[in-house]
């Protein structure tokens, strides 16, 4: 059985960082890229970043150069490193995985999800 369990979320001031935690169990890792979502009250679920197995990394525009996407395989663990944090950044965070070489396009290729870790930043 797989299991996506994230952590690191919280509550943080405008400009401070966060360091967002997801762990996966139950597939091999290493074979699949995995990502983080955000979903931030009466929006729609939106693709934040992705890392390949290869490490191949996609970023939303909104994030770039702020948030910083990596994998420790040895750990099955994927991390969002997420800096100079925005009001707008305020989300539920979600990690998820698709048995893809690529970053896909489409959040219905990602087969695990978990059940997010929440995103608060204060203006």
């Known amino acids: 059985q797989v299991q996506v369990v994230e952590s690191g979320g919280g509550l943080v001031q405008a400009g401070g960082s966060l360091r967002l935690s997801c762990t996966v169990s139950g597939l091999t890792f290493g074979d699949h890229t995995v990502g983080w979502f955000r979903q931030a009250p009466g929006k729609e679920r939106e693709r934040v970043s992705c890392i390949t197995w290869s490490g191949g990394t996609y970023y939303a525009d909104s994030v770039k150069g702020r948030f910083t996407i990596s994998r420790d395989n040895a750990k099955n663990t994927l991390y969002l490193q997420m800096n100079s944090l925005k009001f707008e950044d305020t989300a539920m965070y979600y990690c998820?995985?698709?048995?893809?070489?690529?970053?896909?396009?489409?959040?219905?290729?990602?087969?695990?999800w978990g059940q997010g870790t929440q995103v608060i930043v204060s203006s």
């Open positions: 998820a995985a698709a048995a893809y070489s690529i970053c896909p396009t489409s959040q219905s290729a990602y087969k695990y």
